[in-house]
Nanobody, 126 residues
Framework: QVQLVESGGGLVQAGGSLRLSCAAS???????MAWFRQAPGKEREFVAA????????YYADSVKGRFTISRDNAKNTLYLQMNSLKPEDTAVYYC????????????????????WGQGTQVTVSS
């Protein structure tokens, strides 16, 4: 059984940084991996995604230049370095992974991912 477990969330002041991790178990090979987030009363939205090789990386416009996604396939772990955090980044952050090849234009969509973590809360105070 595949499990994705996020960690690293917490409370931080605006302008601060956090590093999220997502540890995968039960399967050692994933194609695309991504981070999504969901704020209260809003739909889940795309944050960042990365191909298996790391050669293709995508960011939402709202986090470009502030967030960095990376992965360590040997450790089966996905990361999200978040800098210059803003109150509008407050949300539950979810890790997602695909057991299928993700086409270039499809990294942004929740339907492209087969496995999801339970989420980790990130709260940014002003």
């Amino acid at each position: 059984q595949v499990q994705l477990v996020e960690s690293g969330g917490g409370l931080v002041q605006a302008g601060g940084s956090l590093r999220l991790s997502c540890a995968a178990s039960g399967r050692t090979f994933f194609y695309g991996m991504a981070w999504f987030r969901q704020a209260p009363g809003k739909e889940r939205e795309f944050v960042a995604a990365i191909s298996r090789s790391g050669g293709n990386i995508y960011y939402a416009d709202s986090v470009k230049g502030r967030f960095t996604i990376s992965r360590d396939n040997a450790k089966n772990t996905l990361y999200l370095q978040m800098n210059s955090l803003k109150p509008e980044d407050t949300a539950v952050y979810y890790c997602a992974a695909s057991g299928r090849v993700v086409l270039v234009g499809n990294y942004y969509y929740t339907r492209s991912y087969d496995y999801w973590g339970q989420g980790t809360q990130v709260t940014v105070s002003s």
